[in-house]
């Protein structure tokens, strides 16, 4: 007769190449793998949102220094 005990110590006694393990493996590897591609294109996502933002703010700075210096170049002009 045939324990439970006996179907445990089966289970475990399954060698490296047991197809069973295998895909047990293959499926845990999987969603792993899925998960840190999850995170890897949320953290894509929020780099691109901050390098945008900065893209923005580097544009509006350069736009004031162009008016600041158009400014500047025309009150040289005023006083000649």
Partial sequence: MVTNGDMDRI?????????TLKIEMLTKQKEYLQKKCRQ???????????YLSLEREYDKVCEERDNFV??????????R
Wanted: negative net charge; glycine residues 16%.
């Fill in 40 to 50: 890897a294109g949320e953290a894509i996502l929020k780099q691109e949102g901050k």
């Fill in 11 to 19: 289970k475990e006694d399954r060698g490296p190449e047991d197809l």
């Fill in 70 to 79: 158009t400014m500047l170049g025309d009150g040289k002009d005023d006083t």
